[in-house]
């Protein structure tokens, strides 16, 4: 066997050195946004951002959980928070199950002008999402819903079916015809093939639309800003009123906290369920 050549092993150690260098780029905000929500206001005034605080201080996780003003109100995040797990929650799993049943028709049981359809939704993919907030207002008014929950269910449903369905109907695009052919000989209809054949061999691209989904969904700001109340805001509408609340001293420790409640959810999603989301990519979610 022969010896690697000197420039091979060079290379590889510029490379390591270039990729350690950008996680450390990346993850620096994270860095002081966490050593920052664990000081308190003297270690603030008195330190720097970098460094470390002298002891493990969770009175402004607390705050920010329980007692921050946002706006009039000081009861912190934990109402917006909830009001994102309501909403969250059914939306993803509604979209998602929507959009299976569309890609499950448009790639297996294709009719007359159903590629044109197709084409059509996926302009929802690509459209600015500014564009439809005068006309989904009217729409969640004559409903009833506006200013509700379950308005902002209804709308993320309908904001992310272009990309669950295209998710679904690229991956269900390579199962084999000769499948759903010997299940329609042994008398399977719509719903039994569905259930019974093609869901069970959705597992990888189910966990991507999920992960996307719960993703999207949970960080969106615009759709929570312009179709909630006062008892429907999200936790991203809740801390943004928290960071622009003005008071006599800002409170960064808190900001900070705020901030990562905020996204612990999301974070905890890809580092359970990361590696499914990767699985699903390459097992066909984005093949056309």
Not at 53 to 72: D, K
Not at 77 to 99: K, N, Q, Y
Not at 187 to 202: E, T
Request: with cysteine; charged share 10%.
């Amino acid at each position: 066997m022969t010896a690697k050549p000197l420039s091979h092993h060079v290379a590889r150690v510029l490379l390591m050195g270039v990729l350690l260098l950008g996680a450390a780029f990346f993850l620096a905000p994270l860095y002081v946004m966490v050593v920052t929500s664990l000081k308190d206001a003297d270690e603030l005034r008195n330190g720097n951002l970098l460094s470390l605080p002298g002891s493990l201080n969770v009175s402004a996780w607390r705050e920010a959980w329980s007692s921050a003003c946002t706006g009039a109100d000081c009861s912190g995040l934990r109402p917006f928070f909830w009001h994102s797990v309501w909403m969250a929650i059914p939306a993803v799993l509604i979209s998602t199950a929507w959009g299976a049943l569309n890609g499950y028709v448009l790639s297996l049981w294709k009719f007359k002008g159903s590629e044109t359809f197709f084409g059509l939704l996926l302009f929802g993919v690509f459209m600015p999402f500014q564009v439809v907030l005068l006309p989904m207002s009217q729409v969640l008014g004559w409903l009833g819903i506006s200013s509700s929950i379950g308005g902002l269910i209804l709308v993320h449903c309908l904001a992310g079916l272009p990309s669950t369905t295209l998710f679904f109907r690229n991956y269900y695009a390579a199962v084999p015809g000769e499948l759903l052919n010997a299940a329609r000989l042994d008398g399977a209809g719509f719903w039994q093939i569905f259930l019974r054949i093609i869901l069970p061999m959705s597992t990888p691209i189910v966990m991507v639309t999920l992960i996307w989904q719960f993703t999207q969904i949970w960080n969106d700001f615009l759709f929570g800003v312009a179709f909630s109340g006062a008892d429907s805001k999200p936790v991203t509408v809740g801390l943004n009123n928290l960071a622009n609340t003005t008071s006599s001293v800002k409170a960064y420790n808190v900001d900070m906290a705020a901030a990562l409640i905020a996204a612990l959810p999301t974070v905890a999603v890809y580092v359970l369920a990361g590696r499914y989301f990767v699985r699903g990519l390459t097992a066909g979610a984005v093949k056309g």
